[in-house]
């Protein structure tokens, strides 16, 4: 049996930043905005203001402020509010890297991966 505890956190503002077209386009003008590119597959970008988080080729998820995002995506895409539809918990003990990506109650966890925070197996 696995030693974990779950812990429900309180509701955060959630987003997804979708590209629908001229995606290298887009890219640059997120580049001029905000200095770095936006993140690769699997990896996430750390700003003053907000947390993007790449899970498909085009779209990411935004923790935190999405202030000129809209705008930088024009008609290229769009910004949905999803934090209404989640619940956010946290995994602590012995064990808790083994629920990545089960079922857990009624939901599924899903775990983020923090670029450069550490190399096991489990995060590649």
């Known amino acids: 049996m ?3 505890a779950i812990t429900q956190l309180p509701a ?3 987003n997804v930043f979708e590209i629908w077209s ?7 003008r ?3 905005a905000f ?3 936006l993140p690769p597959l ?3 970008l750390q700003l003053p ?3 993007l988080t790449r899970c498909e080729p085009t779209v990411w998820l935004v923790e935190g402020e999405t202030t000129g995002l809209t705008e930088l995506l024009g008609s290229d895409g769009s910004i949905t509010a999803i934090g209404g539809g989640l619940v956010r918990v946290r995994l602590t003990g012995a064990g808790w890297r083994s629920h990545a990506g089960r079922r857990v109650g009624t939901g599924w966890v899903f775990l983020r991966r923090w670029r450069g925070r550490h190399n096991c197996s489990c995060c590649r």
Do not use: Q
């Open 2 to 4: 696995t030693d974990v």
């Open 12 to 14: 955060a503002p959630l």
């Open 22 to 28: 001229n995606p290298l386009a887009v890219l640059d």
């Open 30 to 32: 997120f580049e001029k």
């Open 35 to 37: 200095g770095p590119s």
């Open 42 to 44: 699997r990896s996430s």
């Open 49 to 51: 203001d907000r947390l």
